[in-house]
């Protein structure tokens, strides 16, 4: 238990559904990512938020839409997905951005599994 | 652009024995930070442990323990007296330096199987 939880852990939606992924973090941090973790790829960072600002939109598709409404939650907003967005996405907390002249660990949830029909 | 490279897709190890798992990483920078994270089969990646760049001595955490060798760009993870437990991803990472964003690149992970 790394006190990085994510909901739910398994989703499986048709292209034209609507669906929201939720990570939680109770570890105090400012900064939150969210990953896309595809079978014999590295993970992908698509975006991260520091004190509740997104600072990295890694030229995701507008069909995810990620939304911070505080330090603790993180929300990823899924819409008309395609099959090849199935995957593993993973949520992950740092005591905040690389501020400070100090690299911070990240903490990852369990991750949420995708199937898109 | 950084890269991270692990070149072997799977390992194996007899229980008690040691295992050394490789990573290769590229960057014209002089200092960064490296990790090792596991991810077991129940998927929660965790930090396996980290290493300064601007360190010489190689970190160790129990049965963990890294050989850095900067000058060769190397960062392999040994684990020794080997565990049913420790079967799992290992993903190596690379994080740019102090005071630039904390941005992960992974490697593509090693299957770690580990033998009776």
């Known amino acids: 238990e790394t006190g990085v939880t994510q909901t739910p852990r398994h989703l499986v939606m048709g292209m034209t559904n609507k669906k929201s992924l939720k990570c939680e973090q109770h570890?105090?941090?400012?900064?939150m990512y969210w990953y896309k973790q595809s079978a014999k790829k590295p993970l992908e960072l698509m975006f991260v938020?520091?004190?509740?600002?997104q600072t990295e939109n890694n030229s995701v598709p507008s069909r995810f839409s990620p939304e911070c409404p505080n330090s603790s939650h993180l929300f990823l907003h899924l819409h008309t997905l395609q099959p090849e967005d199935s995957a593993l996405y993973l949520c992950?907390?740092?005591?905040?951005w690389g501020v400070g002249g100090r690299t911070e660990t990240q903490y990852f949830g369990p991750g949420t599994r995708l199937l898109v029909l | 652009a950084q890269t991270v490279t692990q070149s072997q897709p799977e390992m194996s190890v007899q229980e008690a024995e040691t295992v050394t798992l490789s990573c290769t990483y590229d960057t014209s920078e002089s200092d960064y930070y490296l990790f090792w994270y596991k991810q077991p089969p129940s998927r929660q990646m965790i930090l396996v442990i980290r290493q300064e760049a601007y360190k010489q001595q190689n970190a160790t955490e129990n049965r963990f323990s890294v050989n850095f060798q900067k000058a060769a760009k190397s960062f392999s993870l040994k684990i020794s007296d080997s565990q049913l437990g420790d079967a799992a991803m290992y993903f190596c990472a690379y994080s740019p330096p102090a005071g630039t964003a904390s941005k992960l690149t992974f490697g593509t992970g090693t299957r770690l199987q580990v033998t009776l």
């Open positions: 992950a907390s740092s005591q905040d």
């Open positions: 570890l105090g941090h400012n900064a």
């Open positions: 938020y520091n004190f509740k600002e």
